[in-house]
């Protein structure tokens, strides 16, 4: 069974910086893209990042293009989230996505993290 | 940037057929996928490839596109298909991923 479990989120101050983890279990997690995906509370959902199988290719939406890094660890089975110079739109809970075999869309989702920016 | 664009909400009563569309001019040679996610749930894909169906979805989930609008049908909703559903889809270039602003699709 698949499985995504993301950790990392906080209550933290306006241009503070902050990390996100996922570990990932139930497939060979170094043969997919992964994707982080945020959802501020009570609002739409947002594609925030992707990574390739090997962190030959990363993506990011323009809202968080030069604050927020993504990584990965296949020896860990882990995918990481940096953020930098948060900002309170930035609260969100932030979901770690696997991609599927053959196209752009995920089909195994984590239960997310509580990011808060707030002073 | 790039954006989908959906109807904040939908309603039907029980039994019918309830259409959610979502606009974006990259659909004519991207796919549209659709995501179906209920309160306090992460969401869960419904239609991929624009009108294919994940095994496990009920039959009476559909999808298609044309031009520039995609479509996610709903033969027959009932109670417990209320939620929000999301498109999703690519630039033309594929690498900028984008989801529409979502729909309240309400079965009363």
């Known amino acids: 069974e698949v499985q995504l479990v993301e950790s990392g989120g906080q209550l933290v101050q306006p241009g503070t910086s902050l990390r996100l983890s996922c570990v990932a279990s139930g497939f060979t997690f170094g043969d997919f893209t992964m994707h982080w995906v945020r959802q501020p509370p009570g609002k739409g959902l947002e594609w925030v990042s992707y990574i390739s199988w090997n962190s030959g290719k990363t993506g990011y939406a323009d809202s968080v293009k030069g604050r927020f890094t993504v990584s990965r660890d296949n020896a860990k089975n882990s995918l990481f989230l940096r953020m930098d110079s948060l900002r309170p739109d930035d609260t969100a809970f932030y979901y770690c996505?696997?991609?599927?075999?053959?196209?752009?869309?995920?089909?195994?989702w984590g239960q997310g993290t509580l990011v808060t920016v707030s002073s | 940037s790039y954006e989908l664009t959906q109807p904040p909400s939908v309603s039907v009563s029980p039994g019918q057929v309830a259409r959610i569309t979502c606009s974006g001019d990259a659909l004519p040679k991207k796919y549209a996928y659709w995501y179906q996610q209920k309160s306090g749930q992460a969401p869960v894909l419904v239609i991929y490839?624009?009108?294919k169906r994940p095994s496990g979805i009920a039959e009476r989930f559909s999808g298609s596109s044309s031009g520039t609008r995609a479509t996610l049908t709903i033969t027959g909703a009932q109670m417990e298909d209320e939620a929000d559903y999301y498109c999703y889809s690519t630039d033309i270039s594929g690498d900028y991923r984008v989801f529409g602003g979502g729909t309240r699709l309400t079965v009363l």
């Open positions: 996505a696997k991609g599927s075999e053959s196209g752009p869309e995920f089909d195994h």
């Open positions: 490839d624009d009108s």
